[in-house]
Structure formats: C-alpha cells, structure tokens
C-alpha cells in the first residue's frame, strides 16, 4: 500500500521559516487533492492548505493566508508546504494527505494519511 512520508519539520523561533515535504512511497496517480494538516496537542487536527493534482486550485485557511503556501512537484510527485513568518500558534504536528472526492480543508475528505512531522516555533 501506497504511504505519504513527511519530512522538514524542526525547531525555529518566530518569525523563521520552514519548508515541509512530502512524498508517496512509490509513483502512483490514485488521488486527485492532496492537504496539509496539523494537530496541536488537545486540539483537533485542522486543514492548513489543500492543491489539487497539477495545481491548478490551492485553499488555505485564514490562520496562514499569506505566509503558508502549497505546492507540488508534479515531476518527482512531491508536496511541498512553505511556511514563512511562522508564529508560536503554529506549533503542532504536520501531516500531509491525498483524497480523490473534493478540494477542501475537512480532513474527512482525505484517506491516504502520512505519519507527520513536527513543528515547534519558539517565542
């Protein structure tokens, strides 16, 4: 079975950057929407940016409009999510993952899940 592998995650202080990837275990074309997650410890997992196959569409939410932006690799298959002026609220593990039904930030919408990496900004 296919699995996403994320990787890029580390330590910064706010205002840093980091530049999360994320990439499937062997070629395949089984999805057409790929999103960024992340879940903060007691809190939900919520939807950060989502891109459809090709990249023709991309969704972000409010929390990250203008500093985060997703992107993809078409040629080596690999999602990218760069994170720029990062705050301390970003804090949370990343998990990126692939849904064939619709371009949106529900995670249920989504069932091919890596296993995340995480993200901890500092003040």
């Known amino acids: 079975q296919v699995q996403l592998v994320e990787s890029g995650g580390g330590s910064v202080q706010t205002g840093g950057t980091l530049r999360l990837s994320c990439a499937p275990s062997?070629?395949?074309?089984?999805?057409?929407?790929m999103g960024w997650f992340r879940q903060a410890p007691g809190k939900e997992r919520e939807g950060v940016a989502g891109i459809s196959t090709g990249g023709s569409w991309t969704i972000y939410a409010d929390s990250v409009k203008g500093r985060f932006t997703i992107s993809q690799d078409n040629a080596k298959n690999i999602l990218y999510l760069q994170m720029n002026t990062l705050k301390p609220e970003d804090t949370a593990k990343y998990y990126c993952?692939?849904?064939?039904?619709?371009?949106?930030?529900?995670?249920?919408?989504?069932?091919?899940w890596g296993q995340g990496t995480q993200v901890t900004v500092s003040s």
């Open positions: 062997e070629n395949t074309n089984s999805w057409s929407y």
């Open positions: 993952a692939a849904g064939r039904i619709a371009l949106t930030l529900s995670p249920a919408w989504y069932h091919l």
